[in-house]
């Protein structure tokens, strides 16, 4: 079964973000960028699909800069057999939906049998890419999986999606979109011989001409980013037992709105 | 941005290393501080991940990789906060198991090798000798040939993960040397712990680096079979001596890095706490101290990542390698004091890694060739 995992380039969670001078991005400067997590979720998945039934292609695909190579070089070092890398100008503002019709173009010449997800990126926090190319692919979708177990004949993925207090279990017809949640499985860390052989692995650039797409306008575009306002500082109240509670009680409800 | 001496490549195994660590050793150091020793599954898992072996030939299961991926290796190990970690795993790496694939036969070499890199076989390496640190033309120990063995007899002391170690490099006389030639008739044998007359003596209990083990060891007629004699008979000093660079190096390496380590902390440290109403990390005087021990890691960075690559390209470097292991273990020592210093009472605290930091450094000026000795070499070839 061949097994297209899509992924994004995100900055490291450790980063510090800034916001840039146009107060629409962020600073990229000193930023180290990785595989989005719950994306490495999917493509170890992928692996293990492939390892487990013995046979098959794992692709890693990406939509981003140049840089974004780096992210699908590291997806070749976990083991991918190859990377798709969807890197032009004409994509820079692209929003999800343009994301997703663009990864649906590259489905549509691949012919996988199965996509995987992370079931968001960890930067924007969108979680819509993989609907979204699901509804454009007219796939099944299911996000928050836990659990999967495809049959042997490649026909339905008997997937476990969480919910509260417990997993949702589906028969989805193949093919179809499923989107990894954190706990699917621990992701392999790329060893020296992975990363020496994903430099002689195929990263294949397309261009948005080469998927068939124009140049559309995205129809969401981010206006401004905003930090979040510095926490005031916190309040002592003074007075006896019986008066400070009956304040505290009547700042809650009234300066602080709590209750 | 990551430095130029390092490739695509090296950042990608480096992000590997460094999650691996992240995961799998930081949460875990402070047991197995207590405890004395790293848990066996971690060498196992270390080898699985081909950590051990990133630079041993790949037919034995090595990686084929070069010394700057080793240098990796040590920056991020020494990372996670045990600076005996750190310590235990690059003996086993670097500081021992290289003289192997440099000297070692064929025959040696398939038989040790695959389990050095799996990490079956921890591997350690014995020097040093209770009247015998930096004069190793002093040692004692003795290996006298008896039929199809050597009997070794002798003491060893100081020996990291001789406690627990499976395979140890051991310096033995097998000669006298002469008064202009004090360094001859010293061999290098592969000793395999369980032999008989082969004993650890004592665990040896340390300052710092206690999730390293540490020994004295002790043989008495110990028959080490002749085929593991390691290298030429006679020829142990000559051929140590060309394996001391890289573990000079490799102990600026872990230096460098633990000090960085120590510095990143103590930055968050000065973020997080607050005195006379505003972070620590506002205050100038503070400040300036932060920008003065980074700037001298800096200089140390530079001078060790100079010598690394000369090492790497196996050019001339005695000079350069004594310079980067004397400036950048004694400027890791001006950090940990500092880093101490600006946590204040918590610094001096077991749960503060700082803490921890300021006890393993100090052995950086000490192994692997003291400061004074380093002055000592590099003084020998300014004025002859």
């Known amino acids: 079964?061949?097994?297209?995992?899509?992924?994004?380039?995100?900055?490291?969670?450790?980063?510090?973000?800034?916001?840039?001078?146009?107060?629409?991005?962020?600073?990229?400067?000193?930023?180290?960028?990785?595989?989005?997590?719950?994306?490495?979720?999917?493509?170890?998945?992928?692996?293990?699909?492939?390892?487990?039934?013995?046979?098959?292609?794992?692709?890693?695909?990406?939509?981003?800069?140049?840089?974004?190579?780096?992210?699908?070089?590291?997806?070749?070092?976990?083991?991918?057999?190859?990377?798709?890398?969807?890197?032009?100008?004409?994509?820079?503002?692209?929003?999800?939906?343009?994301?997703?019709?663009?990864?649906?173009?590259?489905?549509?010449?691949?012919?996988?049998?199965?996509?995987?997800?992370?079931?968001?990126?960890?930067?924007?926090?969108?979680?819509?890419?993989?609907?979204?190319?699901?509804?454009?692919?007219?796939?099944?979708?299911?996000?928050?999986?836990?659990?999967?177990?495809?049959?042997?004949?490649?026909?339905?993925?008997?997937?476990?999606?969480?919910?509260?207090?417990?997993?949702?279990?589906?028969?989805?017809?193949?093919?179809?979109?499923?989107?990894?949640?954190?706990?699917?499985?621990?992701?392999?860390?790329?060893?020296?011989?992975?990363i020496m052989g994903a430099k002689k692995k195929e990263i294949k650039d397309v261009k948005a001409g080469d998927l068939g797409l124009g140049a559309d306008a995205p129809q969401l575009s981010i206006t401004k980013l905003e930090a979040l306002p510095p926490r005031p500082p916190g309040r002592i109240i003074d007075g006896d037992i019986a008066t400070a509670v009956k304040e505290l009680v009547r700042s809650l409800r009234e300066d602080a709105k709590a209750i | 941005m990551p430095h130029p001496l390092f490739t695509a490549e090296h950042e990608m195994l480096r992000r590997s290393i460094r999650s691996f660590v992240e995961k799998e050793i930081t949460p875990h150091v402070a047991a197995w501080e207590d405890e004395g020793r790293i848990p066996l599954e971690v060498w196992r898992r270390l080898g699985e991940l081909g950590f051990l072996g990133l630079e041993f030939p790949t037919e034995y299961g090595g990686g084929g990789a070069d010394f700057l991926a080793s240098v990796v290796l040590g920056e991020e190990m020494a990372r996670c906060r045990s600076g005996g970690v750190a310590f235990s795993v690059l003996v086993h790496t670097d500081m021992s198991s290289p003289w192997l694939t440099r000297f070692g036969t064929d025959a040696q070499k398939a038989k040790y090798l695959p389990g050095i890199i799996r990490g079956e076989t921890v591997c350690a390496l014995g020097i040093t000798e209770p009247g015998t640190g930096s004069d190793m033309a002093a040692l004692a120990t003795r290996a006298v040939r008896d039929g199809h063995v050597y009997r070794i007899t002798g003491g060893k002391i100081f020996i990291t993960n001789g406690v627990y170690g499976d395979l140890y490099f051991v310096a033995a006389r097998t000669g006298a040397g002469t008064a202009t030639r004090r360094h001859d008739g010293i061999s290098m044998f592969l000793v395999e712990r369980g032999l008989p007359g082969f004993t650890v003596s004592r665990k040896l209990d340390k300052m710092g680096m206690r999730a390293s083990d540490t020994a004295e060891l002790a043989f008495e007629d110990c028959p080490v079979p002749a085929e593991n004699l390691l290298g030429v008979e006679g020829r142990g000093f000559q051929q140590l001596a060309a394996g001391l660079q890289r573990e000079r190096l490799m102990a600026a390496v872990l230096a460098l890095s633990g000090a960085q380590q120590a510095v990143d902390d103590t930055v968050s440290y000065l973020h997080q706490r607050t005195a006379f109403g505003e972070p620590l990390a506002a205050r100038q005087v503070l400040r300036h101290r932060v920008a003065d021990m980074a700037t001298e890691l800096e200089a140390a960075r530079q001078l060790v990542y100079r010598a690394a690559s000369l090492y790497a390209a196996a050019e001339e470097c005695v000079t350069e390698v004594s310079m980067a292991k004397l400036f950048a273990t004694e400027a890791a020592n001006r950090v940990a004091y500092q880093a101490v210093q600006l946590h204040g009472g918590y610094g001096y605290m077991r749960e503060f890694p700082v803490e921890g930091f300021f006890r393993d450094v100090r052995l950086w000026t000490i192994a692997s060739g003291t400061s004074e000795v380093m002055r000592e070499i590099i003084a020998k070839r300014l004025l002859t």
């Open chain 1, 1 to 194: 079964m061949k097994i297209l995992v899509a992924i994004k380039q995100v900055p490291d969670t450790a980063t510090q973000v800034k916001i840039a001078g146009d107060g629409r991005s962020i600073e990229t400067a000193g930023i180290t960028w990785i595989v989005s997590p719950y994306d490495e979720f999917a493509v170890e998945e992928a692996l293990r699909i492939k390892e487990k039934r013995g046979q098959g292609e794992v692709v890693a695909v990406t939509l981003g800069p140049e840089r974004a190579k780096e992210a699908l070089r590291s997806c070749l070092a976990m083991g991918a057999d190859r990377a798709i890398h969807v890197n032009d100008p004409a994509f820079n503002d692209a929003d999800t939906l343009t994301t997703a019709r663009a990864l649906a173009a590259v489905v549509k010449q691949e012919q996988p049998g199965l996509v995987l997800v992370g079931r968001q990126a960890i930067d924007d926090d969108m979680g819509a890419v993989g609907g979204q190319l699901a509804e454009v692919l007219g796939w099944p979708c299911a996000y928050w999986i836990m659990e999967e177990t495809i049959d042997a004949d490649g026909q339905t993925v008997k997937a476990a999606r969480q919910v509260e207090g417990g997993l949702e279990v589906f028969d989805v017809p193949l093919p179809a979109v499923l989107a990894a949640q954190k706990g699917l499985n621990e992701p392999r860390y790329p060893t020296l011989k992975g």
